[in-house]
């Protein structure tokens, strides 16, 4: 089957290769079809570049690959519905081949986004067999809807079976040759050439967060070694830097010291950068990690308030930040905090705290944001219904940003403005 897969994501700030994307274009060329990749990211017109490159190759399917439902930022809110709604109906115009959905977006807005691009069908989840199995049923003729995660039309309306995340452990990343490493390379708001998933899955609750549903609770490991010839042939691709695609690479502390051994022997050269989480850290990890080619780690604190953290349910205190964050200056390694303003519980004093403990540590750039975007499926959607910033039966696809009574988002703004200055 001749095989068209869009990458949609035209949002260029710390803009990650599409690894997903690749993944699933590189295990249908595995499976016999004819598979051709295009990655709107840097395209100056997305909708009619996706239209000529489908007349051309004049696809039997369309597959659009959807990352964000928006950047969840307040300040500088980007929502790129309106470009892929264009780059889908330019397509349509331009070729009949059915349209296939799935990306993280997709799969925390199945039905939503099914009707907002007029698609035929959507695969929510990670689950490359079930996406390699729906294709080579409906190259066949038939389109076998028990799948898991199908979502699709029948007389009722739109049907979303149950879908699984299941990790990759037993996956192998060889989809780098389809990825554009010079553009991404280029363009200096990307940061990083290119993700290396090194485990899935959070088993934290923390109440804005929605990860469970996309990456699973628990922790699936990949094995070091694969990890490590991974880094090794996108560094023969071109690389030169990678970042872990993980929501906190040094958890469990065990397996990513492996991973960074791996690299090590393996004479890995690219310069990395990690999400670090803090609470489990030691010398020995951060010497590691230095040796393997770290160069920066990205600090999600959120707060540096322990009564705060502890509302939000963050899995450490500010001492365990405070600790991190001099582990690494010591070794060199470039911190970048982020900080947001405004969740539950959050008050003009707790804000004034967390400025003071970040003016004390002085990490190599602090991100200061407000609001969080209300994710469905967690604690925050139950808090802002009992607070009536949204309606019980607001589905959370339009993005609204939570603030806690008594720290306004005009206060946060004036607030954080005078502590930039
Ligand atoms: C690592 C990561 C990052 C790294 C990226 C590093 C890099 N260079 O790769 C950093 C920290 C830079 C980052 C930034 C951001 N991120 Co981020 N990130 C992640 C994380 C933890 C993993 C992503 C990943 O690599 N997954 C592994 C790959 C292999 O999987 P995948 O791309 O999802 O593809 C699989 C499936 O989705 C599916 N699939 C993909 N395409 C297609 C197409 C079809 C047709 C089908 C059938 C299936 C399919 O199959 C693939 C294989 O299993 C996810 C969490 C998650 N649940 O995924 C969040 C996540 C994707 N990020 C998110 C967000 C919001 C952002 C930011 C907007 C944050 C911000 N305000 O800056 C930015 C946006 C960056 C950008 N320009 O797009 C959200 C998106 C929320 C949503 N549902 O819309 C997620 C889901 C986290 C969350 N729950 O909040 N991120």
Redesign the pocket.
Known sequence: MKIM?V?T?T???????????S??AS?LRKDGHEVRFLDL?FAESPAPEAARVALEFEPELV???????????AADF?DPLPTIQSIVSAVRAACPAPT??????????PGQFLEALEADF???????AA?SR?VTALAAGQPDYTLP?LVFRDEEGIHRNPFTI?G?AD?V?DNWDFLDLPAYQESE?????????VR?G?PFECVY???Y????RRYVLRDPVRVAEEALSLQQMGAQS??????GFNRPLDHAKDVLRAMVSAGVRLNL?A?FEPGEIDREFVDLFRRAGGVGV?LYAESLCDEVLARWRKPFQVADVVRGGEMFARAEIACILTLTFGGPGETPETVEETLRVASAISPAITHM?HGY?I?PGTELQNIAVAEGIIAPDDDCFRATFYHSPSTSPEMLAARLVREND
């Open positions: 897969m990458y994501n949002y260029r700030e710390f803009a990650p290769a599409p690894i997903g994307a993944l699933v295990r990211m597959c659009y690959s959807i990352r964000n439902v928006d950047n969840q930022s980007f296939l959905l799935g990306g993280t977006a997709f799969t925390t807005f959507g695969i929510a989840g990670d689950d490359l996406i729906f995660g299941r990759y996956t990343f708001a990307t940061q990083v050439d290119c993700g290396l998933v899935t959070c967060c929605d990860y549903r996309t990456f699973g990678a970042i872990f695609a993980d929501a950068m999400i990205l944001v975007r994710q």
